[in-house]
């Protein structure tokens, strides 16, 4: 009931469409609530049997049906034990990169698409600039991955250029989570700076103008103005961000390459988990799939309404 | 929550401001903006400079390009640098262990070695069915689905939040459950299907259903971004609309048909856009799928055969050239996206 009450705070149209739908329940309306059911069952059982699967012992696994939960006799936290064991290291490798990239490429696609909106100078110059920064959003990355092996093999080798961090005893494999790091901000500027945009553009521009005209700089605008009332994008826009990274395979796999590397990233160990020349085990592979999702299904479900507005924006 | 995100980032800002001040060339801009409004007297070379950019391009055009120029180049280079320089490497014969391509002889033999090449022109074909297969069938579950909670239902957060779960999940974790899904003994697809006497059906074993097999998992993990983006396009729709046709004595079906659906153009478009570009990332998918370059046999696709050909055979060159087709499908689907949302001047 409280869903519905959240909702009536919005527009009238929408509330007066609930009331007459209220009056009128009819046969409609149950078939209506049993479709939903059973899309939200198809939505959540490929999760659920791999959350009980997860728990179950390799007996178990092959005896009980994929859905149920197991039995007392199979019920087990070893896989749960030995997936920890394999991806904790990879989770740590992950974070190392997945936060900074996130947080650095939020505050440049702030700053970028600040200096794109609210500045004065012509649209007609702007609006290509524009347009060249968001198709880089939808740019398959296949088509810039040999030069980025390239970049970070022949022009700018991290290996040799820091080798003196690599003397105090750290692998120099981390030469891969630096990689990491600003290829991932160079590639989420484009989101960032157009998510940041839509939102700027919808501020109040009075604020702005007599501020401009009392002659404050730009520098001074977006400290005092616009910065402070970034908050919720900021949210929206490291969610996205975090996820993005944290999940992202494909750069993982070609600038870190194997798996057994002491800076492999979480993604990379799952991928190869729990499969070998006997068969796949099966209930591994779910304890590992649900311990790498944790915390992208941490951020999404404590911050899954601002996440469901910025994706519509 | 935000006052918790507004604070860390008040507590990361003054070294970020820091950094800023440190780079050499947007230092120097900002001080010439800074010497700018007394430059009435002597402008000096770099005022007038400055002047002339402003004049041309509009007052704040310089002093803005601190905020902008830096994050732009390092884009451009990310991004069109290596576009470019990978339609570099695919013109030469680059392969093996060398480690740079030799760019004094440059032909067109890999694009010439692509037609001929069976395996591509299935990886072509593969990746167009996947890509107008996937989406169509996303687009019309997220429509059904925002329709059926735009009703007025109870629960409709927790509804919502269900739907969109699995999108909150990245593709190497959806892939691990879809191999569950699918497997042939233990696997609740084929025990669905069991109880209509169906089956079992090899579905990642077979070449004839795996790739349905593969845009029914995605659609499942992505069919919740739709339904978002229908459900905003419906809330914008005034409803004297649905009001209107319900006067006429126009059936629900009849309605949605002819007054809702046709106003959702805009949602459309930019949900099958961006479901479009989710499609040609499914190279993450197909990997975890098996955990190695080689997708199961009749899913391979340009982007999985890329990645194959450039870091497990090394053909560096090869595979820069279906990198470059891959590119060229995916601008013939943003590209006009891209002058549609200019010539409406949403840029």
Same mark, same amino acid.
């Given at each position: 009931?409280?869903?519905?009450?959240?909702?009536?705070?919005?527009?009238?149209?929408?509330?007066?469409?609930?009331?007459?739908?209220?009056?009128?329940?009819?046969?409609?309306?149950?078939?209506?609530?049993?479709? =939903?059911?059973?899309?939200?069952?198809? *939505?959540?059982?490929?999760?659920?049997?791999?959350?009980?699967?997860?728990?179950?012992?390799?007996?178990?696994?092959?005896?009980?049906?994929?859905?149920?939960?197991?039995?007392?006799?199979?019920?087990?936290?070893?896989?749960?034990?030995?997936?920890?064991?394999?991806?904790?290291?990879?989770?740590?490798?992950?974070?190392?990169?997945?936060?900074?990239?996130?947080?650095?490429?939020?505050?440049?696609?702030?700053?970028?698409? %600040?200096? =794109?909106?609210?500045?004065?100078?012509?649209?007609?110059?702007?609006?290509?600039?524009?347009?060249?920064?968001?198709?880089?959003?939808?740019?398959?990355?296949?088509?810039?991955?040999?030069?980025?092996?390239?970049?970070?093999?022949?022009?700018?080798?991290?290996?040799?250029?820091?080798?003196?961090?690599?003397?105090?005893?750290?692998?120099?494999? *981390?030469?891969?989570?630096?990689?990491?790091?600003?290829?991932?901000?160079?590639?989420?500027?484009?989101?960032?700076?157009?998510?940041?945009?839509?939102?700027?553009?919808?501020?109040?521009?009075?604020?702005?103008?007599?501020?401009?005209?009392?002659?404050?700089?730009?520098?001074?605008?977006?400290?005092?103005?616009?910065?402070?009332?970034?908050?919720?994008?900021?949210?929206?826009?490291?969610?996205?961000?975090?996820?993005?990274?944290?999940?992202?395979?494909?750069?993982?796999?070609?600038?870190?390459?194997?798996?057994?590397?002491?800076?492999?990233?979480?993604? =990379?160990?799952?991928?190869?988990?729990?499969?070998?020349?006997?068969?796949?085990?099966?209930?591994?592979?779910?304890?590992?799939?649900?311990?790498?999702?944790?915390?992208?299904?941490?951020?999404?479900?404590?911050?899954?309404?601002?996440?469901?507005?910025?994706?519509?924006? | 929550?935000?006052?918790?995100?507004?604070?860390?980032?008040?507590?990361?800002?003054?070294?970020?401001?820091?950094?800023?001040?440190?780079?050499?060339?947007?230092?120097?801009?900002?001080?010439?903006?800074?010497?700018?409004?007394?430059?009435?007297?002597?402008?000096?070379?770099?005022?007038?400079?400055?002047?002339?950019?402003?004049?041309?391009?509009?007052?704040?055009?310089?002093?803005?390009?601190?905020?902008?120029?830096?994050?732009?180049?390092?884009?451009?280079?990310? #991004? /069109?640098?290596?576009?470019?320089?990978?339609?570099?490497?695919?013109?030469?014969?680059?392969?093996?262990?060398?480690?740079?391509?030799?760019?004094?002889?440059?032909?067109?033999?890999? %694009?010439?070695?692509?037609?001929?090449?069976?395996?591509?022109?299935?990886?072509?074909?593969?990746?167009? #069915?996947?890509?107008?297969?996937?989406?169509?069938?996303?687009?019309?579950?997220?429509?059904?689905?925002?329709?059926?909670?735009?009703?007025?239902?109870?629960?409709?957060?927790?509804?919502?939040?269900?739907?969109?779960?699995?999108?909150?999940?990245?593709?190497?974790?959806?892939?691990?459950?879809? =191999?569950?899904?699918?497997?042939?003994?233990?696997?609740?697809?084929?025990?669905?299907? !069991?109880?209509?006497?169906?089956?079992?059906?090899?579905?990642?074993?077979?070449?004839?259903?795996?790739?349905?097999?593969?845009?029914?998992?995605?659609?499942?993990?992505?069919? !919740? /971004?739709?339904?978002?983006?229908?459900?905003?396009?419906?809330?914008?729709?005034?409803?004297?609309?649905?009001?209107?046709?319900?006067?006429?004595?126009?059936?629900?079906?009849?309605?949605?048909?002819?007054?809702?659906?046709?106003?959702?153009?805009?949602?459309?478009?930019?949900?099958?856009?961006?479901?479009?570009?989710?499609?040609?990332?499914?190279?993450?998918?197909? *990997?975890?799928?098996?955990?190695?370059?080689?997708?199961?046999?009749?899913?391979?696709?340009?982007?999985?055969?890329?990645?194959?050909?450039?870091?497990?055979?090394?053909?560096?060159?090869?595979?820069?050239?279906?990198?470059? #087709?891959?590119?060229?499908?995916?601008?013939?689907?943003?590209?006009?996206?891209?002058? *549609?949302?200019?010539?409406?001047?949403?840029?």
């Amino acid at each position: 009931m409280s869903d519905t009450e959240s909702r009536t705070d919005g527009d009238a149209a929408v509330t007066a469409r609930i009331r007459q739908n209220l009056e009128q329940t009819t046969v409609e309306d149950v078939g209506l609530y049993v479709v =939903l059911l059973v899309m939200a069952a198809f *939505y959540l059982v490929p999760i659920e049997s791999g959350l009980v699967t997860s728990f179950k012992t390799g007996t178990a696994v092959i005896e009980t049906a994929p859905f149920a939960p197991p039995g007392p006799s199979g019920f087990t936290l070893a896989k749960w034990q030995a997936a920890v064991d394999a991806l904790l290291r990879g989770m740590g490798n992950s974070l190392l990169y997945a936060v900074p990239a996130t947080v650095i490429s939020a505050v440049v696609g702030s700053l970028m698409a %600040y200096g =794109l909106t609210i500045p004065n100078w012509k649209q007609a110059y702007k609006a290509p600039l524009l347009a060249i920064i968001i198709a880089g959003i939808f740019i398959p990355y296949q088509a810039v991955l040999v030069p980025l092996t390239q970049f970070w093999s022949q022009w700018v080798e991290l290996t040799s250029l820091l080798s003196f961090v690599w003397a105090l005893g750290i692998p120099n494999d *981390y030469a891969g989570i630096i990689e990491l790091i600003v290829t991932h901000v160079a590639y989420g500027i484009p989101m960032c700076t157009l998510l940041f945009r839509t939102y700027y553009t919808n501020l109040s521009e009075e604020m702005i103008e007599s501020a401009r005209l009392d002659g404050a700089s730009l520098r001074r605008v977006y400290r005092r103005i616009v910065l402070p009332l970034s908050g919720p994008m900021f949210a929206v826009v490291l969610i996205y961000q975090f996820t993005q990274i944290w999940n992202d395979l494909l750069f993982t796999l070609v600038l870190v390459a194997t798996e057994s590397s002491p800076a492999a990233p979480v993604v =990379l160990i799952l991928a190869g988990l729990g499969s070998s020349l006997e068969g796949q085990d099966f209930a591994l592979r779910m304890a590992g799939a649900f311990l790498a999702a944790l915390p992208t299904l941490a951020v999404y479900i404590f911050f899954g309404d601002e996440f469901a507005e910025g994706v519509a924006a | 929550m935000f006052d918790n995100l507004r604070r860390l980032f008040a507590a990361l800002s003054p070294s970020s401001r820091a950094d800023e001040e440190v780079r050499p060339d947007g230092g120097v801009v900002s001080e010439e903006s800074a010497r700018q409004p007394d430059s009435g007297s002597d402008p000096g070379p770099v005022g007038r400079v400055t002047e002339a950019l402003n004049s041309r391009f509009g007052s704040d055009f310089t002093e803005s390009s601190v905020f902008w120029l830096l994050p732009f180049l390092l884009m451009a280079l990310f #991004v /069109y640098g290596a576009i470019i320089w990978n339609l570099l490497i695919s013109l030469t014969d680059y392969r093996g262990f060398a480690n740079a391509p030799d760019y004094s002889n440059l032909d067109f033999e890999m %694009y010439a070695r692509a037609l001929g090449d069976p395996g591509f022109i299935d990886a072509a074909i593969n990746t167009f #069915v996947l890509l107008i297969g996937f989406t169509g069938v996303t687009l019309v579950v997220g429509l059904v689905l925002a329709i059926l909670i735009d009703r007025g239902i109870r629960f409709e957060n927790s509804f919502r939040t269900i739907y969109l779960l699995p999108m909150s999940l990245s593709f190497v974790v959806t892939a691990q459950f879809w =191999l569950w899904m699918y497997n042939y003994n233990n696997g609740i697809v084929n025990s669905v299907i !069991g109880v209509f006497g169906l089956g079992p059906v090899s579905w990642l074993g077979n070449q004839a259903v795996v790739l349905p097999a593969i845009i029914f998992a995605l659609m499942w993990q992505f069919s !919740g /971004y739709a339904m978002v983006v229908y459900l905003a396009g419906l809330r914008a729709i005034p409803s004297e609309h649905y009001e209107a046709a319900k006067v006429d004595g126009a059936s629900t079906m009849k309605m949605y048909w002819r007054v809702i659906i046709p106003q959702l153009k805009g949602a459309t478009i930019s949900a099958a856009v961006v479901l479009m570009v989710f499609a040609m990332k499914a190279f993450d998918f197909l *990997y975890s799928l098996v955990g190695g370059y080689r997708p199961p046999n009749g899913a391979d696709i340009l982007a999985t055969k890329m990645v194959r050909e450039a870091y497990a055979n090394l053909n560096w060159a090869y595979g820069s050239a279906i990198a470059i #087709v891959l590119f060229a499908m995916a601008l013939s689907v943003i590209g006009p996206y891209l002058v *549609y949302e200019y010539r409406r001047d949403n840029l």
